[in-house]
C-alpha cells in the first residue's frame, strides 16, 4: 500500500517542504551556488504512485510553478513517492540509490557535474522534510516501517 492517498496530499506536503527549506536556507543556498555553479541549478523532481511534479530554482532559492516550469530545469529526477519519502528521512543508503537507478526504479537528467552540487543542498533539506510532517502533524508518516510501501526497492 503506498504511503500517499493521492497526488493533492503529496503535492501539498511537497510544496510545504520545499517552501520552508527556502524561506530558512534559499538565501544561503542561493549564494554558495552562485560562487561555484556558472548557470543556474533548477531542479525538476518527479514522483510516481502518485504522480507529483515540483520544480525549484535553487540558484535563486525559489519553487516555480510546475508544469511551464519543467521546461527550466537544468537537472530531473523521477523516483517512486514512497522511496523518496523514506530518502528524505535518511533511510534510504547511498548503494539503494545507485541500485535503484541502476534498475529504472529512479530516472535522472542533466549534467553529471551538477549532480555534485546538489549534494551538500540535499543533505541540508532532509531536517525540513521531518520538520514539515511533525509540523503538519503527520506522525502515520514517520512512523511507517522503511521499505513497506509500494515501491520494489527495500531498506537494508
Not at 53 to 78: C, F, H, Y
Not at 93 to 109: D, K, N, W
Request: glycine content about 8%.
Amino acid at each position: 500500500m503506498p504511503y500517499f492517498r493521492d497526488s493533492s496530499e503529496l503535492s501539498e506536503l511537497l510544496d510545504g517542504f520545499f517552501d520552508s527549506f527556502l524561506a530558512a536556507e534559499g538565501e544561503s543556498v542561493a549564494a554558495k551556488l552562485a560562487e561555484e555553479v556558472e548557470d543556474e541549478l533548477t531542479l525538476r523532481l518527479a514522483t510516481l504512485e502518485p504522480e507529483t511534479e515540483t520544480v525549484v530554482n535553487l540558484s535563486r532559492g525559489e519553487r516555480l510553478p510546475a508544469g511551464q516550469a519543467s521546461k527550466e530545469a537544468t537537472l530531473e529526477i523521477t523516483m517512486d513517492a514512497d522511496m523518496l519519502h523514506e530518502f528524505w528521512l535518511g533511510r534510504v543508503s547511498s548503494v539503494q540509490l545507485a541500485q535503484a537507478y541502476e534498475t529504472g526504479e529512479m530516472r535522472g537528467t542533466g549534467p553529471p557535474v551538477l549532480l555534485a552540487y546538489l549534494a551538500p543542498v540535499i543533505a541540508a533539506m532532509a531536517p525540513h522534510y521531518r520538520r514539515n510532517l511533525e509540523e503538519r502533524q503527520r506522525v502515520d508518516l514517520l512512523s511507517i516501517e522503511p521499505g513497506s510501501g509500494n515501491g520494489s526497492w527495500s531498506s537494508a
